[in-house]
């Protein structure tokens, strides 16, 4: 649901206890505001993974990473995976530069995600022999 009237929801998709949330074109801080809150409502109905998907996204401003830095503190203190999908080569590069990738696992897309996360849910319930 949107915040205000005339706004565009974040889309999300859920699939089992993990949340996928799609960035818009450019994240600052109304768009940034947007995704954080999304995020902390996952985690706060139980989710145990969180992917931000990039697909969209051209451009990640100061304040955008400001926000990000809340979600991985958030997606921190309640013990869950963050994953960023689908990330642009010059925002990936921006991501090691300001080291969020020592807190964050980046891949190409949301398949390389799920298979990240599918082992972790799995190996708990199966031997693989």
Do not use: W
Request: glycine content about 8%; charged content about 20%.
């Amino acid at each position: 649901m949107a915040d205000t009237p005339g706004e565009i929801p974040v889309q999300t998709r859920c699939i089992g206890d993990m949340a996928i949330i799609y960035a818009s074109d450019y994240l600052n801080k109304l768009s940034g505001e947007r995704i954080e809150r999304e995020c902390k409502r996952q985690l706060g109905s139980g989710c145990r993974a969180l992917v931000i998907n990039f697909r969209d996204t051209e451009l990640v401003n100061s304040i955008g990473v400001s926000i990000l830095m809340g979600v991985i503190d958030a997606a921190e203190q309640n013990q869950a995976r963050l994953i960023f999908s689908d990330v642009n080569s010059h925002t990936a590069k921006l991501f090691e530069m300001l080291g969020i990738t020592r807190h964050v696992s980046v891949v190409k897309d949301e398949a390389e995600a799920l298979e990240l996360i599918t082992p972790q849910t799995n190996a708990a319930g199966t031997s693989g022999q």
